[in-house]
């Protein structure tokens, strides 16, 4: 009887461990199932609807904006700058008295030259009687030799010093000329020393001091810089990968610092046909950093457009952030970049994924016109409204795979 217990005990629970087996042979099953069951493929999509915007190709440049007529004011004579009547930022008109150097070395000039104009006059006047009186006195020699009672050698005599009368004239009146000159030349140095506005515009600088010591011996020092701010000249450096899709007459518009939520709009003037010199180093060589001697430098050709500035917004030296506007297109069907994939035809073809009313993915080849670095525009082949597939929220970055069921 024991024994047959034991038995039957024994069997209860190899049963009880095939049946667990069996159970979990059977959750394994279900739950692997459930893993390899066909999952929603939208909802491993990142989904962006199609709408309407605008688009632009754009070239971007940096620029630095200047006034389009500016002059620097120099002095053209030495000397003490005595007055200085203007300061920084007053306006001024063409013809104002600007600043006064001490006139005291070029007055005396014209005093000299003119006292000795007065003495060449003087001597003028009387080197012309001279040669009055030896002309009469020539003229009676003709009348004796013709009579037959002068003498030859008193003639010739005659003839010579009327000859050197006249002579003497002539060079008085070279040397009248001579001063003369001269004379003209110290009277506009001693104008020099007034200096006054060459144009209308605003004072954007003043680099000398009254009481300062002014020497134009070598160069004209500039003593300030007078600016027409009604106009502004951007000039913009544009690299050589850009340059050729530039053309003059293209739009453009441009931001500065301070104002950023500001556009300015104008129109390209004028592309350089070359780049600017490279700066030279002391020994007449080429620097390694300047313009586009250097293989591994970067070549930039300068972009020119004049834009209005009647209210004063925009000041010299300020930096512009310039948008050439290669193409655009306004309320036009847009998309995401990144969920365009080139198609096999033609270039402006593209492929998208799209995700259906019911939740089901296809893909429709779609004509893409102009573009920029996020959005581009559909000429064909999408409406307003649908849902497209701009991403797959997989870590390899493609679409989940489908699984099966056993």
Request: proline share 4%; no cysteine.
């Amino acid at each position: 009887m024991t024994a047959r217990r034991s038995a039957v005990a024994s069997g209860s629970r190899r049963g009880v461990r095939r049946g667990l087996a069996a159970a979990a042979l059977v959750l394994g099953g279900l739950a692997s199932a459930a893993l390899l069951r066909p999952a929603d493929p939208a909802a491993s999509a990142e989904v962006a609807v199609v709408d309407r915007g605008t688009v632009e190709d754009t070239v971007t440049a940096l620029g630095k904006i200047q006034p389009r007529a500016y002059v620097d004011v120099g002095a053209q004579v030495s000397g003490q700058l005595t007055r200085l009547h203007v300061t920084v930022g007053q306006k001024v008109r063409e013809g104002d008295l600007l600043a006064e150097i001490d006139p005291a070395l070029q007055q005396a000039k014209v005093e000299a030259g003119r006292a000795e104009r007065a003495r060449l006059t003087a001597l003028l006047a009387e080197q012309r009687a001279r040669a009055d009186f030896a002309e009469a006195q020539l003229a009676r020699q003709a009348a004796l030799r013709r009579s037959g009672s002068g003498r030859g050698e008193a003639f010739d005599q005659a003839r010579m010093e009327a000859r050197i009368a006249a002579a003497q004239v002539e060079a008085t009146q070279a040397q009248i000329r001579q001063t003369d000159s001269t004379l003209q030349a110290d009277e506009a140095q001693l104008g020099y020393t007034r200096i006054y506005a060459p144009m209308s515009g605003t004072l954007i600088a003043v680099d000398a001091r009254q009481g300062q010591t002014i020497n134009s011996a070598y160069e004209a020092p500039v003593l300030m810089r007078i600016a027409d701010l009604s106009v502004m000249t951007v000039w913009t450096q544009v690299s050589e990968a850009d340059v050729t899709r530039l053309a003059d007459g293209m739009p453009l518009y441009f931001t500065t610092l301070g104002h950023p939520g500001r556009r300015w709009t104008a129109r390209l003037h004028e592309i350089l046909p070359a780049p600017p010199k490279p700066p030279t180093t002391g020994n007449g060589g080429s620097s390694a950093s300047g313009g586009g001697g250097a293989a591994n430098s970067v070549v930039l050709y300068t972009a020119l457009f004049e834009i209005a500035n009647d209210r004063g917004e925009l000041r010299p030296d300020m930096t512009a952030q310039v948008f050439f506007v290669a193409a655009a297109a306004k309320d036009a069907v847009t998309v995401p970049v990144a969920a365009l994939n080139p198609a096999d035809t033609a270039a402006e073809w593209h492929r998208v994924t799209l995700i259906g009313s019911g939740g089901a993915i296809e893909t429709r080849e779609v004509r893409v016109g102009v573009r920029d670095r996020f959005k581009a525009q559909i000429l064909e082949g999408l409406a307003e409204g649908e849902r497209i597939v701009v991403g797959w929220k997989t870590d390899d970055g493609r679409p989940p795979k489908i699984g099966f069921r056993l």
